[in-house]
């Protein structure tokens, strides 16, 4: 079996250390033999990659601190829950659904 293509076999079923053994064989004999260093060079790469997801791992703290988690009560004055309350059901209350309007056609003021 030609031995370059028992490499490019290891190489693709992830027999990584096999792989650079069978190129480091060949390159002693023919230490100018480019294929032989492709397959090789793609091994070492494979076999050293790192994956970055893994360093940007959270801990704890960056967990328990974020700045973009939302409050679980909202603030005074700022929820979109407020009851309604219409002119007729007493409590000097507005209805919101209705706006004052100027006489061009412009929202008024809510006093």
Aim: hydrophobic share 35%.
């Amino acid at each position: 079996m030609d031995p370059l293509w028992l490499a490019m076999s290891k190489l693709r079923r992830g027999k990584l250390e096999e792989c650079t053994k069978i190129c480091d064989d060949i390159l002693t004999t023919n230490p100018s033999d480019q294929a032989a260093w492709a397959i090789k060079c793609k091994a070492l790469i494979k076999q050293n990659y790192i994956d970055d997801i893994e360093l940007d791992e959270e801990g704890i703290a960056e967990v328990m601190m974020d700045e973009n988690a939302l409050a679980s009560v909202p603030r005074p004055g700022t929820s979109l829950h407020t009851p309604q309350v219409n002119s007729r059901g007493g409590g000097g209350s507005y209805d919101q659904a209705v706006r004052p309007v100027s006489s061009s056609g412009r929202p008024g003021k809510l006093d």
